[in-house]
């Protein structure tokens, strides 16, 4: 009698969320068609000095390089099935009420205690880039894992510095009394920079925050995220305190290098059951 055998098959979450070609490297068409529009509209904005142009300029210039490193990072073979509407929408309003609270709170502490640390700064911006992270994962409960919490992280910067940017150029063109080439410095350096800065501060903190609900919320993990917040508020104060552009590049690549360890650790499979990611 030939002895039968039993095989138990348990459903697992993938490791990896297939990218298509076109999807990993959706970000260069995404710099490429950016790039031309702004210089398109810089070229027209600087031949006929027509202010109408103005805005256009501004936000092209902002936005593109924040919209190419969160093309890049979606693109990524990591374990995250975050849809593009929930990523768009985590931009928009962890922009707009990352800003908002953020300079209200810093409005409101320096009026009331004088002048405003700069760890103040931190402390205030990246809890204030969270709000829309944590608002993902108490309200859609089937994101919440590393990688998701990642994606989100780095949306929610991507919105946030390209609206704190667009905020500074405008303030270098009336400050400037209209130097155009002023105003495009400012955009250029502080685009160029922005992955190295609120995207990867972000992208860090909500990470941790993600992967602690993952987790269960136990102690190590939620003291694990308190880790990676503080981190981002060091780097933050950091880049902040920096006297010279050499060392915000430094701070820049220490930012960096966080963020690669924790897409790296992202990308690690999942020891949480598929039953309570989901």
Request: net charge positive.
């Amino acid at each position: 009698m030939t002895p039968t055998t039993t095989t138990t098959t348990t459903t697992t979450r993938p490791l990896v969320s297939p990218r298509s070609a076109v999807g990993r490297h959706g970000w260069i068409a995404v710099l490429a068609v950016g790039t031309v529009l702004f210089v398109a509209v810089e070229r027209v904005l600087v031949a006929t000095q027509n202010p109408n142009f103005v805005p256009s300029a501004i936000l092209l210039g902002a936005a593109v390089v924040p919209a190419t490193f969160l093309a890049f990072v979606y693109g990524r073979r990591l374990a995250y099935d975050v849809t593009p509407t929930v990523v768009v929408t985590s931009a928009f309003f962890g922009g707009v009420i990352g800003t908002v609270v953020a300079g209200t709170l810093e409005f409101d502490t320096q009026r009331d205690l004088g002048v405003l640390p700069m760890v103040g700064v931190g402390l205030i911006e990246e809890s204030s880039k969270l709000l829309i992270p944590l608002a993902v994962l108490l309200f859609l409960r089937r994101y919440r894992t590393r990688a998701d919490g990642l994606l989100i992280g780095v949306a929610a910067g991507a919105g946030f510095a390209s609206l704190e940017t667009m905020g500074y150029a405008f303030t270098t063109l009336l400050q400037s009394r209209g130097s155009i080439t002023d105003t495009v410095d400012v955009l250029l350096l502080r685009g160029v920079m922005s992955p190295a800065g609120h995207m990867a501060w972000t992208g860090i903190a909500a990470a941790a925050l993600f992967a602690a609900a993952e987790a269960g919320w136990t102690g190590r993990a939620v003291g694990r995220f308190l880790g990676a917040f503080a981190i981002a508020v060091a780097l933050h104060t950091a880049w902040d305190s920096s006297p010279n552009l050499l060392l915000t590049a430094g701070v820049a690549v220490v930012s960096l290098a966080v963020l690669g360890r924790t897409v790296h650790r992202a990308a690690a499979p999942s020891t949480v059951p598929d039953h309570a990611a989901r």
